[in-house]
């Protein structure tokens, strides 16, 4: 299993039991499919694609593989069309949110892994920036934990003093 | 289901947004078995995963439902099943206790003919209806009963916020449930696009209250827009409305039209009201973004897509110079494109309050007297003073943060959403339309529902207050 794929157990897993009752429906439940991307077929990259040029210049000081922008080129064009340089702004944040760099820390020193377009229409319930224990607080919003408060993510500088409504 | 013309009900609701779906919820809970409530609902009913196929759709149809005379100043209005519960964010603010008395405490605008202690159990009572997550033990509003869920994460910004103005720094109350609420809907988990949820998990009419529609005693008539009120001497006798092209007839002992703040007083300016206030003082609040550049302190861990609500610059002595301003703390990531510092970002949004100006209206077109005809002659000289205030205060509040800078947006955001203050409510006839109660003061088996009663716009998103107006009405009727 990957990386990804034990990050993100938990959203799923609440996600479809929740949507059980919501609706019962499995439309939405397909983006939080923790196989979704690996199940797609292998994509050769261009290296010369005006988007891979963009990126991998303005991503200079991280380390990714050639596969990781024909995963991201491949996504974005199949849910927004092609990126077209005259028309929009190069889709920096949405590439890297698309990637494991923030539930690494983003740390720069890692290589990049593609985890999934970070769309949530397209991957409802993705969220690369909740806090890892984040988990926690989605165990307890799921119908068979009615108990706990939200958990208190802070970092250590703001840890010591707990807010009065969180 | 469609009602034939001339059938006569004992009630008629018109709309099914918030204010109609309370205000049947509470009424229904106080009718006989045997009684007949007939509902118009100009528009369709568009579930949410045709919604989901057909993005901005609700949003067309509905811009053709009126006549924008100053498009530069756009209106949202939903013209759908379940009204602007399709599209609305789920913030859920109450009022503030001084927000109804803003003439008697402050010497400006007008006072509400209601209190905030009289609406009190009503804002509870909608609360617990929309599973509103919220901080119970720490508001800035009296509350006599706790929020039904436990509130959202705060996102670490909020809580240096939290740590430096405790009593002014909230987790913004929400009808995004922080748990799933069985039976209907997940768990919110911050997918930042709330103007239609992937997940279906903010409150809807749809998704929440759809047990009012299918009480046996209604009848639901869609695509059925209502014209006319049928006025005979102080009496409405019912309503005249179209449906697929054809004139229909419906009589009934009470009416309620609960549309938005467009519709309602162009219904009843066709209905031959001709009270000198119908139609005027059609406001909003006005906002301007805010970016706050943090120093060292990442953003974006928050449980859902807006998870504070400061009220550092809104309640106080200031409000005889200058309006309440509320500043709203976002969670939704839009990055900050610059190397190490991505998530060192804080987006406020800083939303205005706005008093009402005659001159911004609804009338009747005479070019098409099937829509209600907006124009907006621009913001009251106080916005000016607000905005003047923020640029002066917003840095010096930001600076308990590590930051960077503060940015504030020159201009402002080109609508909140809230169109409200055109039938409006009070105690004196020349100067209002409706009562306490929402009944129309000289038709007194009409009641005018809705944002279009308020006689302010409080920087808090008027919803809850829309709802919790509502539950009150029915209530006093049923009393």
Known sequence: ???????????????????????????????????????????????????????????????????????????????????????????????????????????????????????????????????AQATGLTRANSSDDRGGRAADTAPSSLREERPRSA | MAGPTGERFDAIVVGTGFASSFFLHRLLRGLASSSRVLVLEAGRRHAHSWQLQHPRALEKI????????????????????????????????????????????????????????????????????????????????????????????????????????????????????????????????????????????????????????????????????????????????????????????????LVALGANALSNPHVLLRSGDTHALLGRRLHEQTSLKANVLLDGVDNFQGGTSITGHGYMLYDGPHRSERPAILLETWNVPRLRNERGKWRQLLKLMCIIEQYPRRENRVEVSSEDSTRPAVSHAGHGPEVARAVDALQRELPRLMAKLPIEDVRIASEFKQTEAHALGTVVMGNDPATSVVDRHLIHHRIRNLLVLGGSAFPTASPANPTLTISALSLFAAEHLLS
């Open chain 1, 1 to 131: 299993m990957t990386k990804f794929a034990s990050l993100v157990r938990w959203p799923r897993r609440t996600f479809l039991r929740a949507l059980g009752i919501a609706t019962g429906g499995l439309l939405f439940a397909q983006g939080c499919r923790e196989d979704e991307a690996p199940s797609e077929p292998r994509v050769v990259v261009n290296p010369n694609a005006p988007l891979t040029r963009v990126l991998r210049r303005h991503f200079h000081y991280l380390e990714i593989d050639d596969a990781v922008f024909a995963a991201f080129a491949r996504d974005l064009a199949k849910h927004q069309g092609p990126w077209r340089p005259k028309k929009s702004p190069p889709p920096f944040s949405r590439f890297l949110a698309s990637t494991d760099f923030f539930q690494n820390g983003a740390d720069e020193s890692r290589a990049l892994t593609y985890v999934s377009y970070y769309d949530p229409y397209v991957s409802p319930c993705y969220n690369p920036f909740a806090p």
């Open chain 2, 62 to 253: 509905a811009a053709r439902s009126f006549i924008n005379r100053t498009p530069a100043k756009p209106w949202v209005v939903q013209r759908a099943f379940g009204g602007g519960s399709n599209c609305w964010w789920a913030c859920t603010p109450r009022l503030l206790p001084s927000d109804f008395a803003l003439h008697s405490n402050y010497g400006v605008a007008t006072d509400w003919p209601i209190s905030y202690d009289e609406l009190e159990p009503l804002y509870s009572e909608a609360e617990w209806l929309m599973d509103v997550a919220g901080p119970s033990d720490d508001s800035p509003f009296p509350r006599s009963r706790p929020y039904p869920q436990p509130a959202h994460r705060m996102s670490d910004p909020d809580k240096l916020l939290k740590r430096a103005f405790p009593d002014a720094f909230f987790a913004q109350p929400t009808a995004r449930p922080s748990r799933t609420v069985a039976g209907k809907r997940a768990a919110c988990c911050n997918n930042g696009v709330c103007e239609l949820c992937p997940i279906d998990s903010k409150f809807t009419v749809h998704n929440s209250m759809g047990n009012v529609y299918a009480d046996p005693r209604v009848t639901l008539v869609l695509g059925a827009r209502v014209d006319q009120v049928d006025i005979a001497g102080d009496r409405a006798e019912g309503v005249v409305y179209t449906r697929d092209g054809r004139e229909e007839h419906a009589r009934a002992d």
